[in-house]
Nanobody, 121 residues
Framework: QVRLVESGGGLVQAGGSLRLSCTVS????????MGWFRQAPGKERGFVSA???????VYADSVKGRFTISRDNAKNTVYLQMNVLKPEDTAVYLC???????????????WGQGTQVTVSS
């Protein structure tokens, strides 16, 4: 059984930082691309960032320069370092596992339950 568990969310003031983690069990994460999406109330799930098996990264324009994705294959974990947070970053952040680091949700096969990030102004 594949399981993705996110952690690290919370409440932070605008301009602050958070580091999200997502640990995979039931699969060897190094064999997959991994990604982060986010979903705010009443909005569609939106792409944040993804990292390939080789470590190549891609970011949404809205987070480029502020967020950094990384992975530790020995720990079966992917991270999302979020700096200079803005109120519009408020959402549930979901970790995902899939064959390639695409910017759309469809190709990703496995999803975590999400972790809430709230940025106050």
């Amino acid at each position: 059984q594949v399981r993705l568990v996110e952690s690290g969310g919370g409440l932070v003031q605008a301009g602050g930082s958070l580091r999200l983690s997502c640990t995979v069990s039931g699969r060897t994460a190094s064999s997959y691309a991994m990604g982060w999406f986010r979903q705010a109330p009443g909005k569609e799930r939106g792409f944040v960032s993804a990292i390939s098996r080789s470590g190549s990264t891609v970011y949404a324009d809205s987070v480029k320069g502020r967020f950094t994705i990384s992975r530790d294959n020995a720990k079966n974990t992917v991270y999302l370092q979020m700096n200079v947070l803005k109120p519009e970053d408020t959402a549930v952040y979901l970790c995902t596992l899939g064959p390639v680091p695409t910017t759309t949700p469809a190709p990703y096969a496995y999803w975590g339950q999400g972790t809430q990030v709230t940025v106050s102004s």
